[in-house]
């Protein structure tokens, strides 16, 4: 089952290609003949063809997170990956959590689009400015940018995260451990990490807020 998060990714990466990266949610819905309809819940009918968006009505007809999440459900079918995950866990309902996760995965991928990231790892290199880049370029928050930047490609060895204070607020990771833990006090994170890490940093607006990426 650990080859499903990357199936599922490049299955996105593909469907994304297809509408030429479009990054505005609704519009990429309405490329991909999803049909749309205002409705009391957020809910989606994968099994019609094409398949149904149901949609409260202030989330109808703009770019926003519910849009991209019930389409990453709609790609998540698509890609076969729900199947097999509903076959792992011998039902929908047990299986329901970790779909929701491979959904929420993808908000990251919907928002910053692969010519996004090449762009500013072509700028940058894979690197706290490279996440800075892509903040600009998408309008993602910070931790949506460095999670798009470390799980870019499923064979990539990157990590990276973000402090609040003396705090580690936030970690990602993709084949290479950090060295320290999610909510742990590390008052001086930039000590912790060899050169061969290849670990660079930077300072959010404030100074409160420390990016730190690194690869193998």
């Known amino acids: 089952m650990d080859h499903l998060p990357g199936e599922f990714i490049?299955?996105?990466?593909?469907?994304?290609?297809?509408?030429?990266?479009e990054a505005n949610a609704y519009r990429a819905a309405r490329l991909l003949e999803i049909q749309m309809r205002v409705g009391?819940?957020?809910?989606?009918?994968?099994?019609l063809d094409p398949p149904v968006?149901?949609?409260?009505?202030?989330?109808?007809?703009?770019?926003?997170?519910?849009?991209?999440h019930e389409l990453a459900h709609i790609i998540l079918t698509w890609s076969n990956v729900e199947s097999h995950l509903?076959?792992?866990?011998?039902?929908?309902?047990?299986?329901?959590?970790?779909?929701?996760?491979?959904?929420?995965?993808?908000?990251?991928?919907?928002?910053?689009?692969?010519?996004?990231?090449?762009?500013?790892?072509?700028?940058?290199?894979?690197?706290?400015?490279?996440?800075?880049?892509?903040?600009?370029?998408?309008g993602a928050s910070v931790e949506r940018a460095l999670h798009r930047l470390i799980q870019d490609e499923p064979d990539y060895a990157r990590a990276g995260f973000?402090?609040?204070?003396?705090?580690?607020a936030q970690v990602s990771h993709c084949n290479l451990p950090l060295p320290f833990w999610l909510f742990e006090r590390v008052p001086e994170p930039t000590l912790l990490f060899p050169r061969e890490a290849n670990a660079t940093f930077s300072t959010m607006p404030g100074g409160l807020r420390l990016i730190g990426v690194c690869w193998g």
């Open 10 to 21: 490049a299955h996105l990466k593909y469907v994304q290609a297809h509408i030429g990266h």
């Open 40 to 47: 009391a819940e957020n809910y989606v009918l994968t099994e």
């Open 86 to 138: 509903i076959a792992e866990y011998g039902s929908r309902e047990a299986a329901q959590p970790v779909i929701e996760a491979f959904c929420h995965q993808a908000l990251a991928f919907l928002q910053i689009t692969q010519p996004m990231v090449d762009q500013a790892v072509k700028k940058h290199g894979v690197s706290a400015r490279a996440v800075r880049h892509l903040m600009r370029l998408s």
């Open 162 to 168: 973000l402090t609040s204070g003396t705090h580690i």
């Open 53 to 68: 968006m149901h949609l409260q009505p202030w989330y109808y007809g703009w770019n926003n997170d519910v849009i991209r």
